[in-house]
């Protein structure tokens, strides 16, 4: 009974084991086939696009991962739900915002610095996994012969991960030797291919076409096993329309000219006039709003521990500022008491001011005195009138001052009266006699009335100098009046002359 009992254990177990291997081998296959692209993403594979920055010009529908966002023309992005969408909103996470985010059908946002480094990792993840893959090859892309038809049939070979050296397609497209929609790829079902290239300055993926030979895939399924990977790549265009891929370029800074679906990681998109499809049906439902709430959480506790703090640290200190007070105000009290010494300074100065006005008004009066004096001449010297633009010079001779020094000089001038050949020396004092005079005639009518005036002033009592003869009837006219008439048209002469002139 024993032996039976241990040979029937040994039959169960052996079948047991048959089952799990069968159940192994044929989940292993599974696996293989339809793991597709997480390899390259890893944590990646939950965004539609992971990049550093992202700046987007026009709608998307997908959600993504970048350190940075921008957008200000109030584009919308996020997940579409339906059967040939996503399942999900799924998470979108940002690490800083410039402008504004505007999203479809409430995913789950995620912001902070933190973000940053996390994508960064994602990235760099994605980079070094795409890099240890891009020199595999199972298949070499063939020489563009035809620019309106290039095949690259991987369906060829049996792999279920074939590695195509896309070195000599990527040349060609570069080069313009094979027109955009002129590739066709053919693969199997369970078949996931891998472009690799290690072009550095740019490319654009033109549009293709992907035929499966032995039965069909989804788009999610052609997106999850078609894998553009250029590890290198600085410069990247998608043109692809309606293209279901996975493109790895962590280096690129990536502009989406058509609408592509798939998954994205780069560097940077650098704008987009078309948009990206996030299409996978594995996107997680994530109801995360536990992990939004603890940043709330973390701000309220910071805020009750500083309020303590600073209570006491206030109190304190008032206190020992009222003690300095009462010091500051003793000190500026003896400092008041010098003041009141400068103030009776100033006053003895303004005393001497007043004095000095007195001493110009006694100066004036002999101004007066002059003027009888110089009158006489005035008929006699009329050479002066030549002179009538230095006249306005004279007027300012508010300068009282300099009058007393041509009264010294009238003293002499009595002299010139015996010789009437000297007349014409006395010429510099004329000019103080012609301001004084305010009738001087300004034109030539009224020249003869300025003669009637002068000859009306007597001298019987005015004594010009010790040695000077008497005056009076019995000095002789002729020359003077001979010298009278000389000067009025003298005077007549320049006024016409310069009205004329003028």
């Not at 992005?77 to 969408?85: H, L, R």
């Not at 994605?126 to 049939?153: C, Q």
């Not at 992907?210 to 290198?232: F, H, M, R, Y």
């Amino acid at each position: 009974m024993k032996k039976s009992k241990k040979g029937f254990i040994a039959k169960i177990s052996a079948v047991v084991l048959t089952m799990a291997l069968g159940f192994w081998i044929v989940g292993g296959i599974s696996y293989a086939s339809n793991t597709g692209n997480k390899p390259f993403l890893g944590d990646a594979i939950e965004f539609g696009i992971v990049c550093n920055e992202l700046v987007q010009t026009g709608d998307m529908e997908t959600n993504f991962a970048t350190g940075r966002y921008v957008c200000y023309d109030g584009s919308t992005i996020g997940n579409t739900i339906s059967d040939n969408m996503a399942n999900a909103a799924g998470v979108i996470k940002i690490g800083e915002i410039a402008g504004r985010i505007q999203t479809r059908n409430n995913p789950v946002i995620i912001k902070g610095p933190e973000v940053k480094e996390e994508v960064k990792e994602m990235i760099q993840y994605t980079y070094e996994y795409a890099k240890s893959k891009v020199t595999k090859s199972d298949l070499k892309a063939p020489e563009a012969k035809d620019m309106n038809n290039y095949t690259i049939d991987a369906s060829a070979v049996g792999e279920d991960v074939v590695y195509v050296d896309a070195k000599n397609m990527i040349d060609a497209m570069n080069d313009g030797k094979i027109a955009n929609g002129a590739l066709t790829l053919k693969m199997k079902e369970d078949q996931t291919v891998v472009f690799n290239s290690t072009v550095k300055s740019k490319f654009t993926i033109p549009r293709y076409k992907v035929e499966i030979t032995d039965g069909k895939k989804s788009k999610e399924q052609i997106a999850e096993t078609v894998i553009w990977n250029l590890p290198e790549l600085a410069d990247l265009n998608i043109a692809s329309d309606s293209m279901h891929a996975t493109v790895i370029a962590p280096k690129a800074g990536v502009y989406i000219s058509v609408t592509g679906e798939g998954w994205l990681v780069c560097d940077q998109v650098v704008g987009n006039s078309g948009e990206w499809h996030m299409i996978s049906r594995k996107v997680p439902e994530v109801t995360p709003t536990p992990k939004v709430t603890p940043t709330p959480k973390v701000t309220p506790t910071p805020k009750p521990t500083k309020a303590p703090t600073p209570t006491p640290e206030v109190t304190p200190t008032p206190t020992p500022e009222v003690t300095p007070t009462p010091e500051v105000t003793p000190t500026p009290t003896p400092e008041v008491t010098p003041t009141p010494e400068v103030t009776p300074t100033p006053t003895p100065e303004v005393t001497p001011t007043p004095e000095v006005t007195p001493t110009p008004t006694p100066e004036v009066t002999p101004t007066p005195e002059v003027t009888p004096i110089p009158t006489p001449e005035v008929t006699p010297t009329p050479a002066p009138t030549e002179e009538p633009t230095p006249a306005p010079e004279v007027t300012p001779t508010p300068a009282p001052t300099e009058e007393p020094t041509p009264a010294s000089e009238v003293t002499p001038t009595p002299e010139v009266t015996s010789t009437p050949s000297t007349v014409i020396l006395p010429t510099p004092t004329v000019p103080t006699t012609m301001i004084e005079d305010e009738e001087t005639p300004k034109t030539y009518k009224e020249a003869p009335k300025k003669k009637a005036k002068t000859t009306t002033i007597l001298d019987e009592d005015v004594p010009l100098s010790d040695a000077a003869p008497e005056t009076g009837d019995t000095t002789n006219l002729f020359f003077p009046i001979i010298a009278m008439g000389a000067s009025v048209l003298a005077m007549v002469a320049v006024f016409v002359y310069r009205r004329k002139r003028s």
